[in-house]
């Protein structure tokens, strides 16, 4: 078993990561700018520590859980010449797939080994243990990552190369992203046309129009009771973090020349939307398409 874990990036979602690999065993040295953070990775049983790249010197697997690419760079710069050669590099966040490359090329210059793993599963998943990992990178180092991947979730995918993890994570939450509003325009279209949310969705939860976010995420209160919708739209999935993955994918589309236009429709629209909704959950943009619909038609 790899015994030595430095872990940088210890919020929403790091903090819960970080915690669990030490209740299963693992010598985790941890560190973050933010003093609750720490006092919380303390509490939980890691040692942490002051320096970034202190988190990184003599440990066999460094993981990082932060906010975007730009950051991750940055701290690499550190970690990197800290760490013994080969170690295991993995990258948790969520960031451009340009970034996660470039992340990767630097550590395997720098004699390392690296894997992007984003996670889907949100807080929830990060405390309980069963985050889906999407992971990118060479099939040796994916295997010498996997033990310590399965403790943090219930899910873990080899994708491919560098960077397919981070395309992988994007490409869903794109699709997840578009669905979401076409799934609230048919809603609203039906509120206009006299079709209940009820008798929506029997009938398309089992027809051609269904999808996951009907069946599991039903954007109106009612149908799912477990939906973020039945409690005032209470996260849930943030719309600030849908806005940035769709951010993401855009770039991606662009970047890859992709004809992409409800994807890159998606990011605008949630773009809009995020500026006074940021902490609700995404799927409240149904309460957008509803308010910025006029009450009557075309004459
Ligand atoms: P967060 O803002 O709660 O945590 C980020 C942490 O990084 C903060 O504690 C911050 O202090 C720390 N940090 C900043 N600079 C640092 C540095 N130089 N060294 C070490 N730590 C540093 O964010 P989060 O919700 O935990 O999300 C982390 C990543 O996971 C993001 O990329 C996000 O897109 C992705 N993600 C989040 C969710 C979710 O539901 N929150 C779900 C899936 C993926």
């Avoid at 690499?76 to 960031?95: K, M």
């Avoid at 995020?274 to 957008?288: E, K, L």
Wanted: hydrophobic share 45%.
């Amino acid at each position: 078993m790899t015994e030595k874990i430095g872990f940088l990036g210890l919020g929403h979602m790091g903090g819960p990561m970080a915690a669990n690999l030490v209740k299963a065993g693992y010598d985790v040295a941890a560190f973050d700018p933010a003093p609750a953070a720490r006092d919380k990775a303390r509490e939980d049983g890691a040692t942490v520590v002051d320096t970034a790249a202190a988190a990184a010197t003599g440990r066999d697997v460094v993981i990082t859980m932060l906010p975007n690419g730009k950051l991750v760079l940055d701290v690499y710069a550190d970690l990197l010449p800290a760490a013994n050669p080969g170690t295991l590099f993995i990258d948790c966040s969520t960031i451009d797939v340009a970034d996660a490359k470039a992340a990767a090329d630097l550590a395997t210059a720098a004699g390392h080994r690296a894997l992007d793993a984003p996670v889907s599963g949100g807080v929830a998943g990060a405390a309980a243990g069963t985050l889906t990992f999407m992971v990118g990178g060479e099939a040796a180092d994916f295997a010498a990552g996997l033990a310590v991947l399965e403790v943090m979730g219930g899910k873990v995918v080899h994708c491919g190369g560098a960077g397919v993890g981070q395309a992988a994570k994007i490409c869903n939450n794109m699709l997840l992203g578009v669905s979401m509003v076409a799934l609230s325009e048919a809603l609203v279209l039906g509120e206009k046309l006299g079709l209940s949310h009820q008798s929506f969705f029997d009938v398309v939860s089992t027809a051609s129009g269904q999808s996951w976010a009907l069946t599991s995420y039903c954007p109106v209160p009612g149908p799912v009771p477990t939906s973020p919708a039945n409690n005032d739209y209470q996260p849930g999935f943030a719309t600030a973090l849908m806005t940035k993955d769709l951010g993401l994918a855009a770039n991606a589309l662009r970047d890859n020349g992709v004809d992409g236009a409800l994807g890159a429709l998606a990011a605008e629209i949630y773009t809009r939307f995020n500026q006074d909704n940021a902490g609700r959950d995404f799927s409240a943009i149904v309460t957008d398409v509803r308010n910025r619909s006029t009450r009557e038609g075309a004459q």
